[in-house]
T-cell receptor
Framework: DAKTTQPPSMDCAEGRAANLPCNHS???????VYWYRQIHSQGPQYIIH???NNETNEMASLIITEDRKSSTLILPHATLRDTAVYYC?????????????FGKGTRLSVIA | DSGVTQTPKHLITATGQRVTLRCSPR?????VYWYQQSLDQGLQFLIQ???????AKGNILERFSAQQFPDLHSELNLSSLELGDSALYFC?????????????FGSGTRLTVV
């Protein structure tokens, strides 16, 4: 699976949009971009995933560049409860359902 | 409640002992994954089972073993425990391949080896 690069930490003011970047310049055509987050020692939580089109759900939006070498997770109105470590993972959906490999992620601090 | 149940939530044991961690996947999920998270290592993939069969292995020590039973629950066995095995152990489950909407993680078992 392709490697991802994320900033180690970011701050965001409460109520503002949080934009978390991820670089995945070696992504292959069959690899998806997944985002998870982990709130202080809880189990990681799935947020969203996409292949090449932008995706939106009730939690967030995922913007993938046309060349697919980078993406941005957008939390439209960050709250204090969004303070967490956010992981960007690139992975192919193979028949074997290969495991997710987590990197160090971005520690997002939402500030009141 | 994520639907993935892990027991026990906390476990304190002595070095050299053996413990068993249990995971019940979300209803309908056939794949189970085990992860270890220690302070200095982040989330490390240990092992995956799919419908009772081992599917993938990560950085799992020989002192550790796992299995998935016919009712799809899984157990992670840790033996000859060392201080460095103290960590959070997470189980996750997912639906069958081809319908991958992400993993669902349990709340973890915090293991403390003293």
């Amino acid at each position: 699976d392709a490697k991802t690069t994320q900033p180690p930490s970011m701050d965001c003011a409460e109520g503002r949009a949080a934009n978390l970047p991820c670089n995945h310049s070696t992504i292959s055509g069959n690899e998806y971009v997944y985002w998870y987050r982990q709130i202080h020692s809880q189990g990681p939580q799935y947020i969203i995933h996409g292949l090449k089109n932008n995706e939106t759900n009730e939690m967030a939006s995922l913007i993938i560049t046309e060349d697919r070498k980078s993406s941005t997770l957008i939390l439209p109105h960050a709250t204090l409860r969004d303070t967490a470590v956010y992981y960007c993972i690139v992975r192919a959906q193979t028949p074997g359902n290969t495991p997710l490999v987590f990197g160090k992620g971005t520690r997002l601090s939402v500030i009141a | 409640d994520s639907g993935v149940t892990q027991t026990p939530k906390h476990l304190i044991t002595a070095t050299g002992q053996r413990v068993t961690l249990r995971c019940s996947p979300r209803s309908g999920d056939l794949s189970v994954y085990w992860y270890q998270q220690s302070l200095d290592q982040g989330l490390q993939f240990l092992i995956q089972y799919y419908n009772g069969e081992e599917r993938a292995k990560g950085n799992i020590l020989e002192r550790f073993s796992a299995q998935q039973f016919p009712d799809l629950h899984s157990e992670l066995n840790l033996s000859s425990l060392e201080l460095g095995d103290s960590a959070l152990y997470f189980c996750a489950s997912s639906v069958t391949p081809g319908q991958d909407y992400g993993y669902t993680f349990g709340s973890g078992t915090r293991l403390t080896v003293v």
